[in-house]
């Protein structure tokens, strides 16, 4: 018994298998390629991060290490600034401009003073 | 040889390297396997001791500042510098360099650079800013460590009352001593990544615990009277040729500390160099029979139990029987019928006795210790002494000692008890703990928030009446007035005080001529802002405290009233 089948064209039976192929292997190299730049995207992320850590880190090293400077500097001073100023160093520099100790004067005050009305 | 065996000949060859291979990297795989699950934590450890580092940080040593926030204690710091020769590149110029900022000979620095050691030393304890120096030269085997040191920048002058901080961070004596596990802070970790040869990678820490830093003080001292009662101090030891010496000033009101002084004393900034028994501070360590200063305490027994009253009257004839002990006076005569008031003014030895003995041995002893004697003050300061009393019922105790104690004999006290004692009389009655800080700032671990406690002065007990107090100080008063103590009297003021001429015990009885002379005094008496004591030691000059305490005592008020604007009493009285 003949076939009722409809006939298909030879090229076109040919045709769809090969453009079926050809569009999975496109998609494997696009996903291969799509992996493949994300992989080196990620990588150099990770590079680019991993720098600025390192950076990051050695300014924080070295900002604390100028900051340690500071701080001892700042002591320095604080102490040649107290050192300079002890009473008995001013005593003499006092002496030797002429200044000296003077017993108080105080005006003596009657009680017609006190009474007086406050401006 | 045909294609055929050509082909199985590659084929068999490639299967005997795809055997190789997967053999191989079996055998990798193995080892992966061995190395990264079976043994993980054991190499993990390994990898992270090698790689991780601890480095403690040290705290910085709280600072000491005056009641007006001037430097008394701080940190600098010290550089040790040495080297590691196989690494220095060009020793001839860094010996040359170096040379010139060690001050030490080209010569002696050049041998050291190329010595064939691992290791030298170049100089140790060198000052801050030339180890600065030395450290921006950033010269290669070159090795700086750097290492706190405390320093006082007011020398000599504080001495006594701050204490040493020894190298390896700890504080002795005075208040560096007391307060040490406060001052000192405690130390942080900071967990840091290294490479093989142990040099810091430079990434952000692993963990970092932030050191707890040590909390400052704030004395209630005050530097310029300090310097006063120092400078006086020294000026008596030398007019009055005195071995030794102690002055106490303080604010009888809330028991504040306002100047502790004592000489000879060291220098703290080099303190391996000083004589160690002249460490401790002689204010709160060192005990004295007080002699005539302790009837004060005598009297306001008599005055507070009601057994005597200024006026009560009693018959001296210069010398009084107690427990088999004839007591004399100092003048060794007699006085007639005098009051009580007489027997304080004259510095009666008789009428002590006859008070004490009036009082009855329980109730004296007991205000003794009411006013503090034979317990610590528990000032704030280290190597604080109890003094020594004997009490009624000690193995060593005689009935005697109820008269000689009286004057200050066979009882010995710190002169901070001495001080805190007349000062409760000063206070009126009240008898308050001495102190010396004025606030704790301590900085927190994690923050820079600042936290302030301020310490409240604390009554320890009411020691006698407010009535009695008042009594008694009007009766020091005229002590100063009318007798004995005119050279402490300041005119336009009224000072209460005693002098006090103790005789120095010894192995064999009392020493024939030494004596110790003592006055206390407060000032202005009806509401007294200082209390002063003076203490010289064997004075050569005069015996008395009268000739040598006193005038002491005079210049070191004079100077306060005007130190602390406190005018004459008629002006000072009107004002109110």
Same mark, same amino acid.
């Given at each position: ?6 006939? #298909?064209? #030879? ?6 298998? =090969? ?33 600025? #850590?390192?950076?990051?880190? =050695? ?12 701080? =001892? ?14 009473p008995?160093?001013l005593a003499?520099?006092a002496r030797?401009l002429g200044y000296g100790p003077q017993p108080p004067l105080y005006l003596p005050l009657t009680k017609a003073d006190s009474q007086k009305?406050q401006p | ?138 010269? $290669? ?57 142990? $040099? ?22 005050d530097?310029n009277i300090?310097y006063i009662a120092?400078e006086e101090?020294?000026r ?143 000032? $704030? ?92 100080? $009007? ?5 100063v007035e009318?007798?004995?103590?005119s050279k402490a009297r300041i005119p336009g003021y009224r000072i ?25 005094g407060?000032a202005p008496a009806d509401d007294p802002r200082f209390?002063v ?18 005038p002491t005592f005079r210049a070191i008020a004079e100077r306060l009233f005007a130190y602390l604007r406190i005018p004459p009493d008629d002006i000072r009285l009107a004002q109110h």
């Amino acid at each position: 018994m003949a076939s009722h089948a409809l006939p #298909i064209p #030879i090229a076109q039976a040919r045709k769809r298998p =090969r453009s079926q192929a050809a569009e999975q292997e496109l998609s494997l190299q696009t996903a291969f390629f799509l992996f493949l730049a994300l992989a080196i995207l990620f990588g150099w992320l990770h590079v680019i991060l991993s720098l600025e #850590i390192a950076s990051t880190g =050695r300014q924080i090293q070295l900002k604390s290490d100028e900051l340690e400077a500071l701080q =001892r500097d700042n002591n320095l001073l604080r102490w040649q600034v107290a050192e300079a100023m002890s009473p008995e160093k001013l005593a003499v520099r006092a002496r030797e401009l002429g200044y000296g100790p003077q017993p108080p004067l105080y005006l003596p005050l009657t009680k017609a003073d006190s009474q007086k009305p406050q401006p | 040889m045909t294609g055929d065996d050509t082909a199985k000949t590659c084929y068999y060859r490639l299967i005997l390297l795809g055997l190789c291979l997967t053999f191989g990297f079996s055998v990798i795989l193995a080892q992966l396997f061995q190395y990264q699950v079976l043994q993980h934590d054991q190499l993990k450890q390994i990898a992270d001791e090698q790689r991780d580092r601890e480095k403690v940080v040290l705290p910085q040593r709280g600072v000491i500042a005056d009641t007006h926030g001037y430097l008394l204690a701080t940190n600098l710091v010290r550089w040790d510098i040495s080297a590691s020769p196989p690494l220095i590149t060009d020793p001839d110029d860094l010996a040359t360099r170096l040379s010139g900022l060690l001050a030490l000979p080209n010569e002696e620095v050049y041998t050291r650079l190329t010595a064939e050691k691992p290791w030298v030393l170049l100089a140790k304890e060198v000052p801050q800013q030339t180890g600065e120096a030395i450290l921006n030269l950033k010269a $290669d085997g070159l090795i700086c460590e750097a290492h706190q040191v405390r320093v006082y920048p007011e020398g000599e002058l504080f001495a006594h009352v701050l204490g040493i901080v020894t190298n390896s961070g700890d504080g002795f004596y005075g208040v560096e001593g007391f307060y040490n596990s406060l001052l000192k802070g405690a130390g942080g970790k900071l967990q840091i990544e290294q490479n093989p040869v142990g $040099d810091e990678i430079p990434v952000p820490p692993l963990n970092f615990n932030p050191p707890q830093q040590g909390t400052s003080l704030i004395l209630t001292l005050d530097r310029n009277i300090q310097y006063i009662a120092a400078e006086e101090l020294n000026r008596a030891l030398e007019e009055y040729q005195a071995e030794s010496g102690t002055v106490i000033v303080m604010d009888p009101q809330t028991g504040a500390l306002l100047a502790v002084v004592s000489s000879p004393t060291y220098d703290p900034n080099h303190f391996a160099e000083a004589d160690v028994r002249l460490m401790a501070d002689p204010a709160v360590s060192n005990m004295w029979e007080p002699g005539s200063i302790f009837k004060i305490i005598t009297w306001a027994a008599g005055l507070d139990s009601g057994t005597i009253s200024p006026g009560t009257t009693w018959y001296d004839n210069g010398a009084i029987e107690v427990g088999g002990r004839v007591i004399q006076n100092w003048d060794r005569r007699g006085h007639g019928l005098v009051t009580m008031e007489d027997g304080l003014v004259q510095s009666l030895n008789t009428v002590a006795a006859f008070i004490s003995t009036s009082v009855g041995k329980d109730r004296f002893y007991t205000y003794l210790r009411r006013f503090g004697f034979g317990d610590l003050t528990k000032v $704030d300061l280290s190597s604080e002494g109890p003094g020594m009393m004997k009490l009624p019922g000690d193995a060593d105790w005689f009935p005697s000692e109820l008269g000689t104690n009286s004057f200050g004999q066979g009882i010995a006290v710190t002169p901070l008890q001495m001080i805190t004692a007349v000062a409760a009389v000063a206070n009126q009655g009240r008898l308050m703990k001495p102190h010396i800080v004025r606030q704790f700032i301590t900085t927190g671990a994690h923050s820079q928030e600042r936290q302030v406690v301020q310490v409240e002065p604390t009554l320890v007990r009411w020691a006698i009446s407010r009535e009695t107090a008042q009594t008694l100080t $009007d009766m020091l008063v005229q002590a100063v007035e009318r007798e004995g103590s005119s050279k402490a009297r300041i005119p336009g003021y009224r000072i209460a005080g005693k002098t006090g001429t103790a005789q120095i015990p010894t192995a064999y009885g009392y020493h024939p001529t030494d004596t110790i002379a003592s006055f206390i005094g407060y000032a202005p008496a009806d509401d007294p802002r200082f209390i002063v004591l003076v203490k010289l030691d064997r004075p050569k000059a005069s015996p008395w405290g009268t000739q040598t305490a006193a005038p002491t005592f005079r210049a070191i008020a004079e100077r306060l009233f005007a130190y602390l604007r406190i005018p004459p009493d008629d002006i000072r009285l009107a004002q109110h």
